[in-house]
Nanobody, 122 residues
Framework: VQLQASGGGLVQAGGSLRLSCAAS????????LAWFRQAPGREREFVAA????????RYADSVKGRFTISRDNAKNTVYLQMNSLKPEDTAAYYC????????????????WGQGTQVTVSS
């Protein structure tokens, strides 16, 4: 699976951004999709994931109530709507895909996008 992330940028605290990740995969609807992020000097961490069933989602505690993950199977695209952004959300954001149930660890995902930078100024 090839993944192409976009939508990052510079935003003030309290602002919003929407990240997109387009996938090239014939059976996109079979994929579990996730967003991870990595700040300088820190390990890559789980942000959100959505299963084959769009009603199944998981979020990191740090983003619950602020971020929303969604998918459009007709467009082979997964989104991450980020609201009420905080400076601590600053990181490179990566989309990832796997076949199977939602997992929170990076080792379970075998396809990764190139990352898109999100910078939140205070």
């Amino acid at each position: 699976v090839q993944l192409q992330a976009s939508g990052g940028g510079l935003v003030q605290a309290g602002g919003s951004l929407r990240l997109s990740c387009a996938a090239s995969w014939r059976t996109f609807f079979n994929l579990t999709l996730a967003w991870f992020r990595q700040a300088p000097g820190r390990e890559r961490e789980f942000v959100a994931a959505i299963g084959r069933n769009v009603d199944i989602t998981r979020y990191a505690d740090s983003v619950k109530g602020r971020f929303t993950i969604s998918r459009d199977n007709a467009k082979n695209t997964v989104y991450l709507q980020m609201n009420s952004l905080k400076p601590e959300d600053t990181a490179a954001y990566y989309c990832a895909a796997r076949i199977g149930t939602i997992q929170l660890g990076t080792r379970y995902y075998n396809s990764w996008g190139q990352g898109t930078q999100v910078t939140v100024s205070s």
